[in-house]
């Protein structure tokens, strides 16, 4: 619904996964009831020379990131809880209009209730903001007074049933995400939105390390308001996809999947979209401590601002390498093509990051990266490019 969320190698979430506490905290504190606590806290310092993402009037800031986090884990027999929660308060020295405090908590938990039956639920809610220039103020930046604040619940589970040494296994799914905004309403009351979702997958074990894969997804997609531009935006998004899952040997394992996706609009005036929907990641593995990461896909998703559908091909490759077990790096290159339609517009957006983390003691580790990103579009306004460059120093308490 905002950014391409499918390909992970583009995701840069602050505090959208227990995975960043647990990297962070090196320190560990155990308890009597069997939760093991991992704080941590990260202090950045950012320099940003487009900081509202526009061509026109650009302007740069340095940027104050703190990011307190917290994750807790209590493993039962086979049964394990999570829970996380954390902050990000960003302060910037020339634009003060952009400055941000937002907030995460999430929990899940995975039951096996015997060798035939699993269960896995997870719940989250963000109180976040996207920066000027994103999101539904696409590249225009440059006149949003302040940052889109908003607020996403989420609700996830499914139920799976067959034991692991059999080669079938059914997995029932389903889900829930609201999101509200609490500013700029003369805009973004008209993208909130419910959106309810539906799956079933049937999985074959062949034996050779590898599961052949069938399912259905279904979204129902429900606006709290009609667009007065270009009317109501309520659609059914149905996805069937086949494909399979394999870890070929130690070294590589992936997933792919292939088929037809449909997303029809309940408002005859909005092209509907039926198409080839795929997506697929590889890890390759051909050492201990280093890991290539290739992924692509393809799919229709609903545009943040303009158009009726945005038919959208993603592309990323990574490289993790540990040089030793204090230093580490991670490469990664992104590019994203977005075909708008119901509106003439073609964007195509580059992204390219590249960090280094050094650990200097058991409590203490430093960081620094830099993020470049460049897009391109038949319709020069929502053209820019941008370069961000960081150091920062994470400290576990």
């Known amino acids: 619904m905002n950014k391409p969320t499918y390909l992970s190698l583009l995701v840069a979430a602050t505090l959208s996964s227990a995975v960043i506490a647990q990297e962070q905290a090196g320190y560990v504190i155990q308890t009597e009831s069997g939760f093991d606590i991992m704080p941590g806290f990260d202090v950045k310092l950012k320099h940003d020379d487009?900081?509202?993402n526009t061509n026109v009037d650009e302007e740069s800031s340095t940027i104050a990131v703190y990011s307190p986090t917290i994750a807790a884990r209590l493993l039962d027999g086979v049964n394990e809880y999570n829970l996380q929660a954390g902050v990000s308060k960003g302060q910037y020295f020339s634009s003060s209009i952009d400055n941000y405090l937002d907030a995460y908590a999430g929990a899940d938990a995975k039951w096996e209730f015997s060798d035939s039956h699993r269960v896995f639920v997870e719940a989250s809610f963000a109180d976040g903001h996207d920066q000027r220039g994103t999101g539904i103020f696409d590249a225009g930046g440059a006149t949003q007074a302040e940052p889109t604040e908003h607020r996403t619940l989420q609700l996830n589970g499914?139920?799976?049933?067959?034991?692991?040494?059999?080669?079938?296994?059914?997995?029932?799914?389903?889900?829930?995400?609201?999101?509200?905004?609490?500013?700029?309403?003369?805009?973004?009351?008209?993208?909130?939105?419910?959106?309810?979702?539906?799956?079933?997958a049937f999985y074959y074990d062949t034996g050779a390390f590898t599961s052949l894969v069938a399912q259905v997804t279904r979204d129902d997609i429900r606006y709290d308001k009609i667009d007065p531009v270009g009317?109501?935006?309520?659609?059914i998004d149905t996805r069937y996809l086949v494909g399979m899952d394999w870890q070929a040997t130690a070294l590589t394992s992936g997933e792919f999947r292939i088929g037809y996706q449909n997303k029809r609009f309940d408002y005859s005036g909005?092209?509907?979209?039926?198409?080839?929907?795929?997506?697929?990641?590889?890890?390759?593995?051909?050492?201990?401590?280093?890991?290539?990461?290739?992924?692509?896909?393809?799919?229709?998703?609903?545009?943040?601002?303009?158009?009726?559908?945005?038919?959208?091909?993603?592309?990323?490759?990574?490289?993790?390498h540990d040089w030793s077990?204090?230093?580490?790096?991670?490469?990664?290159?992104g590019h994203v093509r977005s075909d708008y339609q119901g509106y003439d517009q073609k964007d195509k957006y580059w992204r390219y990051e590249a960090k280094a983390s050094y650990r200097i003691s058991y409590l203490w580790k430093l960081e620094g990266g830099l993020e470049i990103s460049d897009r391109t579009s038949t319709d020069a306004r929502f053209e820019f490019d941008k370069t961000v460059f960081y150091v920062g120093v994470g400290i576990n308490l």
Do not use: M
């Open 50 to 52: 487009n900081i509202a």
């Open 158 to 200: 499914y139920f799976e049933y067959g034991a692991r040494t059999t080669p079938a296994r059914i997995r029932l799914g389903g889900g829930f995400i609201k999101k509200d905004y609490h500013n700029l309403e003369s805009i973004t009351q008209y993208r909130e939105y419910d959106k309810t979702n539906a799956s079933a």
């Open 231 to 235: 009317g109501n935006r309520d659609n």
């Open 270 to 320: 909005r092209e509907d979209f039926s198409g080839i929907s795929w997506q697929a990641a590889v890890n390759w593995q051909p050492l201990s401590y280093s890991t290539v990461t290739l992924e692509t896909g393809r799919k229709a998703r609903d545009p943040d601002l303009r158009g009726d559908v945005i038919k959208e091909s993603a592309h990323g490759l990574g490289w993790k």
């Open 325 to 333: 077990e204090d230093l580490q790096t991670n490469l990664v290159a």
